[in-house]
C-alpha cells in the first residue's frame, strides 16, 4: 500500500480512495469499496485502465519496451536459457539451480506421454480440422483422463496438473499437426529436450531417424521462450477468470486456448503471414498501407500494433534476428521477408503508424521463421498455445494461491429496458 491516496468526488460526496503501489509501474487506485461507499461502479470496456489482479511473475513497460519475466529481460532469457528454465522461472519465481532444474526436466520429461486412448479420441475430428478446434476439444478432455489431479484445494495436485500441461502441450500440437497430414502419432523420446522432442514428433516418421537440427532447435527454443508469459493479456485473464470459479486446470487452459485462437490474439501471426503472401511483391506495398489507414477500409496490418507496447515489442526484435538465421541456415530466399523487412520500413516512416505509435510485434515475424522450418499457418497458432501454457499455468497457480481473489464478477452499464411487463402474444404490436 502506498501512503498516496485518491479521491473522487461523486454527487458531492468526496470519497477516499487508497493507492497501491508495485514494485515498478503504474499506481493503482483500490476501488473496490466504491460500489458500497457510492452505489456506482467503474467503467473500463476493455479493461484498458483497470488492474485485474496481483501478480509478481510477468511485468511490461509498453513506453520503454520492456517485458520481464520474474525481472528478467526477455532478450536475455531468449539468449541464454532453456524453454525448461524460463518454466521452473515462471511457475516457481527463481531460476532453478543445477539439481532443481535437473529434476525439474526429469519429472516433465515423465509426464510427456498421453492416455492411448487420446488417440482414439482424435479419431473424432475432421480429417481438415484446425489444430486450434482440436486442441480446445483435446485439452479440454484432459480433465477426464486425470482426475486424479483436478482437486485445485491440493497444491501437489494442482502441481501435477500443471506439470502434465507443460508436459503433454508439445504431444499433443503435434499429435493435432500429424492427424491433419494422415501421418502415424510418434511417442515422445525423452532422450531429447522439450523443444527437440516435439521437432521429432511434428516431423519425425516412425521409419527413420529424425536429426535435430540445431539453429531450428534453437529458432524453436527462442519462439517458445517469447511467447512463455504476457502479463495479463486476453487469454491470461480467460484462464484466470474460468479458473476464479474453481473450475479444474485442463479445463481453465482449454478456455485459454479458445481465446488465444482470435485474430486480434495468437491468430496474429497466422493472419501475418497470409497477409504478406497476399502482398506479394513490395511494388504492392503502397497499396496496403493505403488499405490500412483508410478508416472505411476494416483491414489492418496484421503483426502492428499492441495494446501495451507503444514503442516496440522487444519480442519483435529477437525475432527478426532469428529469422534471419534459420532462412539463411536452411539456404531458403523467401519473398515473404523481403516483404515483411520493406513493409516494416515503409509503415516505420510512415506519420500515420509513427503517430499511432504502431510498431511490428512478435507475430510479425514469426510466421516467417514458422513457414520457413515447415510448419502450416494453421499450426501457428496452436504453437503459440503450447508456449503460452506455461504462462497460463503459472497465472493461474498465483491467482489460486491468492487469497484475495474472488470469482470474476464485471459489472455493467445497462442501457436495455426498464421494468415492464409482459404482453401476451396476441396483444404485442
Ligand atoms: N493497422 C492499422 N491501424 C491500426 C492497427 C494496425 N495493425 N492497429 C491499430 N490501428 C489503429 C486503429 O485503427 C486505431 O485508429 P484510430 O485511433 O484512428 O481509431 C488506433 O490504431 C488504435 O487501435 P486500437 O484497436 O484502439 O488499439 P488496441 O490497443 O485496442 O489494439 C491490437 C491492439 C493488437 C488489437 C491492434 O493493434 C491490432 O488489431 N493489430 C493487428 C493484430 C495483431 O497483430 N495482433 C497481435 C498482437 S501481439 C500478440 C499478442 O500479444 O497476442
Known amino acids: 500500500m502506498s501512503n498516496d491516496s485518491a479521491s473522487l468526488n461523486l454527487a458531492g460526496k468526496d470519497v477516499p480512495l487508497p493507492v497501491m503501489s508495485g514494485t515498478v509501474g503504474p499506481d493503482v487506485v483500490d476501488i473496490r469499496k466504491l460500489y458500497g461507499q457510492t452505489g456506482a461502479f467503474t467503467y473500463d470496456p476493455g479493461f484498458t485502465s483497470t488492474a485485474s489482479c496481483q501478480s509478481a511473475i510477468t511485468y511490461i513497460d509498453g513506453e520503454q519496451g520492456i517485458l520481464l519475466h520474474r525481472g528478467y529481460p526477455i532478450d536475455q532469457l531468449a539468449e541464454n536459457s532453456t524453454f525448461m528454465e524460463v518454466a521452473y522461472l515462471l511457475l516457481h519465481g527463481e531460476l532453478p539451480n543445477k539439481d532443481e532444474l535437473d529434476k525439474f526436466v526429469y519429472t516433465i520429461s515423465r509426464h510427456t506421454m498421453v492416455h492411448e486412448q487420446l488417440a ?89 531417424h529424425y536429426e535435430v537440427n540445431p ?57 501475418a503471414l497470409n497477409m504478406l503472401r497476399e502482398i506479394g511483391d513490395v511494388k504492392r506495398i503502397p497499396e496496403y498501407i493505403a488499405r490500412a489507414k483508410d478508416k472505411d477500409d476494416p483491414f489492418r496490418l496484421m503483426g502492428f500494433g499492441h495494446r501495451v507496447y507503444k514503442n516496440f515489442d522487444p519480442r519483435a526484435k529477437v525475432m527478426k534476428a532469428t529469422a534471419d538465421e534459420v532462412l539463411k541456415e536452411l539456404n531458403i530466399s523467401d519473398p515473404v521477408l523481403d516483404v515483411a523487412k520493406e513493409l516494416e520500413h515503409i509503415a516505420l516512416s510512415d506519420s500515420y503508424f509513427i503517430d499511432k505509435k504502431l510498431y511490428p510485434n512478435v507475430d510479425f515475424y514469426s510466421g516467417v521463421i514458422l513457414n520457413a522450418i515447415g510448419f502450416p499457418t494453421e499450426m501457428f497458432t496452436a504453437l503459440f498455445a503450447l508456449a503460452r501454457t506455461v504462462g497460463w499455468v503459472a497465472q493461474w497457480n498465483e491467482m489460486i494461491a491468492d487469497p484475495e481473489q474472488k470469482i470474476g464478477r464485471p459489472r455493467q452499464l445497462y442501457t436495455g429496458s426498464a421494468q415492464r411487463d409482459y404482453v401476451q402474444v396476441g396483444d404485442r404490436k
Request: glycine share 8%; aromatic share 10%.
Open 120 to 208: 482414439t479420441f482424435f479419431r473424432g475430428f475432421r480429417r481438415d480440422a484446425h489444430p486450434m478446434a482440436v486442441l480446445v476439444g483435446v485439452v479440454g478432455a484432459l480433465s477426464s483422463f486425470y482426475h486424479d489431479s483436478t482437486d485445485i484445494t491440493d497444491p501437489q495436485q494442482r502441481l501435477i496438473a500443471s506439470h502434465r500441461l507443460i508436459a503433454k502441450m508439445p504431444t499433443l500440437v503435434a499429435m493435432a499437426y500429424k492427424y491433419s497430414i494422415g501421418q502415424p502419432f510418434l511417442y515422445p523420446d525423452n532422450s531429447l529436450g522439450y523443444t527437440a522432442n516435439f521437432l521429432r514428433m511434428t516431423f519425425g516418421v516412425p521409419a527413420e
Open 215 to 271: 539453429v531450428i532447435e534453437r529458432a524453436m527454443r527462442r519462439i517458445f521462450i517469447l511467447h512463455a508469459d504476457h502479463e495479463q493479456n486476453a487469454s491470461t485473464s480467460t484462464v484466470r477468470l474460468a479458473g476464479s470459479s474453481g473450475a479444474n486446470p485442463f479445463a481453465c487452459i482449454a478456455a485459454g486456448i479458445a481465446c488465444l485462437w482470435g485474430p486480434a490474439h495468437g491468430g496474429a501471426n497466422e493472419a
